[in-house]
T-cell receptor, first 117, second 111 residues
Framework: NAGVTQTPKFRILKIGQSMTLQCTQD?????MYWYRQDPGMGLKLIYY???????DKGEVPNGYNVSRSTTEDFPLRLELAAPSQTSVYFC????????????????FGSGTRLTVV | DAKTTQPPSMDCAEGRAANLPCNHS???????VYWYRQIHSQGPQYIIH???NNETNEMASLIITEDRKSSTLILPHATLRDTAVYYC????????????FGGGTRVLVKP
């Protein structure tokens, strides 16, 4: 089981460039999440999805877009990269609550370290 | 969402038990307490969760007070590899199963 896979692991972008951070999970989890973590800080939720075709904003969505066309994939799109988006990005997934198991904790990917210069 | 309060940092001697406190005084019924840890810059790792009863697994024990307003994560025999930031989180009952991460407790295990 691969769990949650994120690509790329590292990326340097110039101001104004765009890119897509990839995230895929093989656990058949309905729910998926994108977080960012700035140096020395906790994680902040960017976007989340409760199923294919359904996405919603988290705490810090500005400057990002997401899509969820399949259960497995949840890409994060950065348009017009800015230095403030320099961060480590984590994707996570979880079961849908109410599935008969009480552990709805997240499985996280290993992160994408993004630098915007 | 119920907020949690944790000490920003603590040290622990290798081989000794590490007791990590967490206050969640506004927790409501049926809200679970989750603990995660993050080693260096890796993705957070699930440790344990609980509702009312004390819980134990191969990694740690979770003690929840009877009024559920606080909990303690216990690492029974801390090793150097347990050096990490530990997050106590109350899982939101709102739609989306969202977890809100606070600042956590930075635990340093010393030889």
């Amino acid at each position: 089981n691969a769990g949650v896979t994120q690509t790329p692991k590292f990326r340097i972008l110039k101001i104004g460039q765009s890119m897509t951070l990839q995230c895929t999970q093989d656990m058949n989890h309905n729910y998926m999440y994108w977080y960012r973590q700035d140096p020395g800080m906790g994680l902040k939720l960017i976007y989340y999805s409760v199923g294919a075709g359904i996405t919603d904003k988290g705490e810090v969505p500005n400057g990002y877009n997401v899509s969820r066309s399949t259960t497995e994939d949840f890409p994060l799109r950065l348009e017009l990269a800015a230095p403030s988006q320099t961060s480590v990005y984590f994707c996570a997934s979880s079961r849908r609550p109410g599935t008969g198991l009480d552990n709805y904790g997240y499985t996280f990917g290993s992160g994408t370290r993004l630098t915007v210069v | 969402d119920a907020k949690t309060t944790q000490p920003p940092s603590m040290d622990c001697a290798e081989g000794r038990a590490a007791n990590l406190p967490c206050n969640h005084s506004t927790i409501s019924g049926n809200e679970y307490v989750y603990w995660y840890r993050q080693i260096h810059s890796q993705g957070p790792q699930y440790i344990i969760h609980g509702l009312k009863n004390n819980e134990t697994n191969e990694m740690a024990s979770l003690i929840i007070t009877e009024d559920r307003k606080s909990s303690t994560l216990i690492l029974p025999h801390a090793t150097l590899r347990d050096t990490a930031v530990y997050y106590c989180i109350v899982r939101s009952k709102a739609a989306g199963n969202k977890l809100t991460f606070g600042g956590g407790t930075r635990v340093l295990v010393k030889p």
